[in-house]
C-alpha cells in the first residue's frame, strides 16, 4: 500500500480521493518515482481514460450486486497539473535532488509550471553543424570560453545543457552543501553544476559532445588529439584542454602576455599610436592571462607598474607621479582614465577638433553637410574614383571633405568637393566635355545659319558701300 502522504499530494493536485487510491493501490503508481518515470502515457490520454473508465465491476457501497464501475471524475487542471508534477521530479532527478510528497503543494506546481513552455523550447534548440564555433588555434583561452558558452545553450537528450558533459569535476557536492536556492532560480545553471554524468541520459549526451566537438576540430591540427574518440566526448574534452591549456602551454601563454606588457611603449600621440592604443594592449593582455587555467593571476598593483613603467612622455611625468601608489588610484582601468584626461588636455585638438571642424563644415550655399556624421579624419586627403569614394563611410567623406576645406577647397565645388572627386581640382569628366562639344557644335551650326541668311538676302536690303574718298590730283 502507498503511503497516506503520496495520496493526499495527489488530492492537493485535483484528484478526488478516490481517484488517488485508484490510482496507487490499483494502477501501480504507489511511489513519486512511478509517477516520474510514466513515460509511456505522454499527454496523459491513458491515464485520463483509465480513470474515468476503468471498466469491470465493482461493488457498491450500499452493499447492492456488484455493478459496472462508474469511473472517476478527472478535471483537466488535474491532469495539467500531474504533467507539471512529473517535469518537475525528473528536474529534481537530474540535479540531484529529492522530493517528499509533502514538498508537493499547489505553490510547488507553480513553481515549477515553466518547465512546459521550457523542455518544448529546448527541444527545438539542438545543435546545427553550421552553427558550431571556430576554433582559434593561438588562442586556446579564447575557443574554451567560446565552446562552452555555445553548448550553454545547446540540449541534450532530456534538456540539459550540453555543457554539463565539460565542467571540470564529474562530482557534485551534497544537496544540503549546494542549495537550490543558492542558484537564485538559475534551472539552466544548476543543470549545468549537478546533472549526473551516469546513465542513459549522460551516455547519450556525451556521444554526442563527441561527434560535435570532432566537427568543431575537424580542420585543424588539435583534431589529432581527439579523434580516437567515439562516444567519450569528455575525455576529448579534458585532452583538449591538457593539450592547449595544460600547465606548460599555461607556462607559456604567460610568457607571451607578459612580455607584451613589459615590451609596450608609449611616447607621446603621434597618427598611429595613441595613449587609448597603448592602453587596449594591456588591458587585451591582462584578459588573456585571467582566462589562463592555474594562472595566478596579476594583481592591480602590477598592472598598474607595468602600465606606468613604459610611459616616456615627459609630458606625463606630473601625472605619473601623481597617480603612483595613490590610493585614489587603487586599480589599473582608473589610472588609465586619469592618464587619458591629460593626453587630453595637452593636446585637445587630437580629441575635440573633429566634433568641431564636423559642426563648421557645409558647403558653398552655406548648408551644412551631413549634420549628424562625425568626421573621420584619419581619412587619406587624396583623389578617390567613383567607385573609392562610393566604398568610403559616411564619416571618412566628412573627414576628406573637411581635410579639402581646410586647404581652400570648398565642398560642393568641382567634382572633388561632394563626390568621389579629385583632391580639389576640378577635372572635367566625360559628361563634362561631350556636353562642351555640343554647345560648340550648336554654335557652329548658328554661325552658318546667320552667314547663310545674309548671302540670300534681296537687293533692297543692301547697303550701298562706302564710297571711296579720292586720292588728292585724281579727276
Not at 510547488?108 to 521550457?118: K, N, T, V, Y
Not at 582614465?337 to 580629441?351: A, F, G, H, L, N
Request: glycine share 8%; aromatic share 6%.
Amino acid at each position: 500500500m502507498a503511503q497516506p502522504a503520496l495520496r493526499a499530494a495527489l488530492v492537493r493536485l485535483g484528484l478526488s480521493q478516490d481517484a488517488a487510491t485508484y490510482s496507487t493501490d490499483t494502477i501501480g503508481l504507489d511511489s513519486l518515482d512511478a509517477w516520474r518515470d510514466f513515460h509511456t502515457d505522454i499527454d496523459l490520454d491513458g491515464l485520463s481514460r483509465n480513470l474515468r473508465n476503468p471498466g469491470g465491476l465493482y461493488d457498491p457501497p450500499d452493499g447492492g450486486p456488484p455493478t459496472k464501475h462508474p469511473g472517476f471524475p478527472v478535471s483537466v487542471m488535474a491532469l495539467s497539473n500531474i504533467n507539471v508534477l512529473r517535469l518537475a521530479l525528473k528536474y529534481h532527478q537530474q540535479v540531484q535532488r529529492i522530493v517528499a510528497p509533502a514538498d508537493v503543494t499547489a505553490a510547488w506546481i507553480a513553481r515549477w509550471e515553466f518547465l512546459i513552455d521550457f523542455r518544448k523550447e529546448t527541444a527545438k534548440k539542438t545543435s546545427e553543424d553550421e552553427d558550431l564555433p571556430k576554433v582559434t588555434m593561438t588562442d586556446w583561452a579564447k575557443t574554451k570560453e567560446k565552446i562552452l558558452n555555445h553548448f550553454n545553450e545547446v540540449y541534450g537528450k532530456d534538456g540539459i545543457p550540453l555543457s554539463y558533459i565539460l565542467r571540470e569535476t564529474s562530482a557534485v557536492k551534497p544537496a544540503a552543501d549546494d542549495p537550490q536556492a543558492g542558484y537564485d532560480g538559475d534551472h539552466v545553471k544548476e543543470l549545468i553544476t549537478r546533472a549526473t554524468h551516469d546513465g542513459d541520459t549522460y551516455r547519450a549526451d556525451n556521444r554526442t559532445m563527441c561527434r560535435l566537438l570532432k566537427k568543431i576540430c575537424g580542420d585543424t591540427t588539435s583534431y589529432t588529439y581527439i579523434s580516437k574518440y567515439t562516444a567519450d566526448g569528455r575525455q576529448a574534452w579534458t585532452d583538449l584542454m591538457d593539450a592547449f591549456l595544460g600547465p606548460q602551454h599555461t607556462q607559456n601563454q604567460a610568457a607571451i602576455y607578459e612580455a607584451k606588457l613589459q615590451q609596450s611603449r608609449y611616447d607621446g600621440e603621434s597618427r598611429n599610436f595613441s595613449f587609448q592604443k597603448y592602453a587596449d594592449i594591456h588591458k587585451s593582455a591582462h584578459e588573456h592571462l585571467d582566462a589562463l587555467p592555474e594562472y595566478k593571476g596579476m594583481d592591480e598593483g602590477t598592472k598598474i607598474r607595468h602600465c606606468l613603467n613604459n610611459i616616456h612622455s615627459d609630458k606625463l611625468k606630473t601625472v605619473i607621479e601623481l597617480v603612483r601608489g595613490n590610493p585614489s588610484y587603487p586599480t589599473f582601468d582608473s589610472v588609465v582614465r586619469r592618464i587619458k584626461d591629460s593626453v587630453v588636455v595637452e593636446q585637445p585638438t587630437k580629441y575635440v577638433s573633429r566634433k568641431v571642424s564636423a559642426v563648421s563644415l557645409t558647403d558653398s550655399r552655406g548648408e551644412e553637410i551631413m549634420p549628424n556624421v562625425e568626421a573621420d579624419m584619419n581619412v587619406e586627403d587624396k583623389y578617390y574614383t567613383g567607385k573609392e569614394w562610393h566604398q568610403l563611410s559616411a564619416a571618412k567623406k566628412k573627414g576628406v571633405m573637411h581635410k579639402r576645406k581646410q586647404r581652400g577647397h570648398h565642398p560642393g565645388k568641382g567634382k572633388g568637393g561632394g563626390g568621389g572627386g579629385g583632391g580639389g581640382k576640378s577635372q572635367p569628366g566625360k559628361s563634362s566635355l561631350k556636353k562642351m562639344r555640343k554647345t560648340v557644335s550648336k554654335l557652329q551650326r548658328k554661325v552658318a545659319s546667320l552667314n547663310l541668311d545674309s548671302d540670300s538676302s534681296g537687293e533692297e536690303d543692301e547697303e550701298e558701300p562706302p564710297k571711296k574718298k579720292s586720292k588728292k590730283g585724281s579727276n
